[in-house]
């Protein structure tokens, strides 16, 4: 089993910045995928960006330039560096573990935190 716990949300004017992270625990395989998802109200999940465990990093067309992803492996932990914060950038923010066994792929959610940018 594996546990995400997530911190850094908030509320923030538009233009500014946030930093999430997430910590993972539990039985982790050396081969995963670490990232973010947010879910606005009235949408789906979608990705905002995804690291890997040998750094490959994949970022959302509307985060590029903005959002920087990054790692500690020797910690399972993720930090997001979100910049030039816009009032779209408000949703719930879910970390995500992927690992797969067996050529059978699992995916670990974080409980979500708030992000509310104030235009």
């Known amino acids: 089993q594996v546990h995400l716990v997530e911190s850094g949300g908030g509320l923030v004017q538009a233009g500014g910045s946030l930093r999430l992270s997430c910590a993972a625990s539990?039985?982790?395989?050396?081969?995963?995928?670490m990232g973010w998802y947010r879910q606005a109200p009235g949408k789906q999940r979608e990705l905002v960006t995804t690291i890997t465990s040998d750094g490959t990093t994949n970022y959302a067309d509307s985060v590029k330039g903005r959002f920087t992803l990054s790692r500690d492996v020797a910690k399972d932990t993720v930090y997001l560096q979100m910049d030039s914060l816009k009032p779209e950038d408000t949703a719930v923010y879910y970390c995500n573990l992927a690992q797969s066994r067996f050529s059978v792929r699992r995916d670990y959610w974080g409980q979500g935190t708030q992000v509310t940018v104030a235009s």
């Open positions: 539990g039985i982790i395989f050396t081969s995963n995928e």
